[in-house]
Each structure stands twice: as C-alpha cells, then as structure tokens.
T-cell receptor
Framework: LAKTTQPISMDSYEGQEVNITCSHN???????ITWYQQFPSQGPRFIIQ???TKVTNEVASLFIPADRKSSTLSLPRVSLSDTAVYYC???????????FGTGTRLKVLA | EAQVTQNPRYLITVTGKKLTVTCSQN?????MSWYRQDPGLGLRQIYY???????DKGDVPEGYKVSRKEKRNFPLILESPSPNQTSLYFC????????????FGSGTQLSVL
C-alpha cells in the first residue's frame, strides 16, 4: 500500500486558487488516487478521483504527472467554507484496505 | 436520502464495560468499514467487510470486533474498552470497496474513562 505525504497545514485567502500536493513515491501500477474533504464534526466526503493526467469536476481538479509519484488537488477560488482537512488516499484496484495520510488542514482567511 | 448512519453520536463509558457502536447504510452497498481518527494520526482502518459474513482486519484491529449479518448493518463491538480506545470513530461504505468512493457516517466520539 502506497504511503502518502502531505503538508500539515496551509493558509489561503478567499478568492485564491489553492493547490495541495500529495507525494506517493511508491505508488503501484494498479493504484488510483482519491481526495477527501473533512469538515469539523463530520465524516470525510469524496471530492475527486483519478488515475493519470487531469481530472476535473464541479468542485476541483486533480493533476497527476506522468510518473504518478505525486498528485495535486486544485481548488479554484476558495471561500471560507472550504476551510477543512483534505486527505489524499492511494489505493490499489481490487483491495479493500485503505491507508489515509494525516491530511492537510486548509484555512481560508477573509 | 442516501446515508450512513452511526449511533450513538457521543458515548462516555468506563473501562471494561462492553459497548456496541452501530452503523447502517441505505444504499445497498456491499462494502463497509470502520476507522478511528486520532489527532496527528489521521484515519486508521480497523475492520472492513466485503459482503455479508465476510470481514477482515484493517491496520488497527486489536481490541475490536465486528459482525456483518445483514448487508445494511456493520456494528463495531468493544468487548472490554480501554482508555486508549478513546477516539473518534467513523463508519464508511461503498458499492464494492474497490475504486469506489467511500461514503462516511457523521462519526461517534467515544470516551473511555
């Protein structure tokens, strides 16, 4: 199972684009990358998932370089309500075991 | 509304007193799992279940039991709770557990005195 490393915390201002990078140097061929968002007193919530290149949905974009050893979650024009902890998860296809990292605490300032 | 429901939301107990935290999902998911969340340690998987009557250990299974008698329910059992099991617990489910996004419950804050 690939181990992930993320920055512990980040600060940003409203309206800015925020990029959170996750390092997963020992990612395997069958691994895919998923990001979750967690607000205080709530369970994590799925944001986006990808395998390679770029994935975009209505909430975020996920950039994965060719070597797949890292990935970047991009949140466009953040607001105060984006203040949360963001987790990067790398898991193999066909596995049921998940190892979450310690997450990145994003604080959006007015 | 599609959801994962955990009960209770908060629980304070004493060392050695057996307790059960319930988890139920209404999405007909095959996969369910339990996690504990501790400051600085992120989410750690306790047990998971691929389907009814099929369960397996996660990374931190010691001191916990689970059962999956019905597809929708996956209770977490602490036979003899200890203070080091004081934590925030989350139940999650997904369609198959592989490549699927996980749906999490709202959590159960357990304090063992």
């Amino acid at each position: 199972l690939a181990k992930t490393t993320q920055p512990i915390s980040m600060d940003s201002y409203e309206g800015q684009e925020v990029n959170i990078t996750c390092s997963h140097n020992n990612i395997a061929t069958n691994d895919y990358i998923t990001w979750y968002q967690q607000f205080p007193s709530q369970g994590p919530r799925f944001i986006i998932q990808g395998y390679k290149t770029k994935v975009t949905n209505e909430v975020a974009s996920l950039f994965i370089p060719a070597d797949r050893k890292s990935s970047t979650l991009s949140l466009p024009r953040v607001s105060l309500s984006d203040t949360a902890v963001y987790y990067c998860l790398v898991a193999a296809r066909g596995t049921y075991k998940y190892i979450f990292g310690t997450g990145t605490r994003l604080k959006v300032l007015a | 509304e599609a959801q994962v429901t955990q009960n209770p939301r908060y629980l304070i107990t004493v060392t050695g007193k057996k307790l059960t935290v319930t988890c139920s999902q209404n999405m007909n998911h095959e996969y369910m799992s339990w996690y504990r969340q501790d400051p600085g340690l992120g989410l750690r998987q306790i047990y998971y279940s691929m389907n009814v009557e099929v369960t397996d250990k996660g990374d931190v299974p010691e001191g916990y039991k689970v059962s999956r008698k019905e597809k929708r329910n996956f209770p977490l059992i602490l036979e003899s709770p200890s203070p080091n099991q004081t934590s925030l617990y989350f139940c999650a489910s997904s369609f198959t557990g592989s490549e699927e996004k996980l749906f999490f419950g709202s959590g159960t804050q357990l304090s063992v005195l």
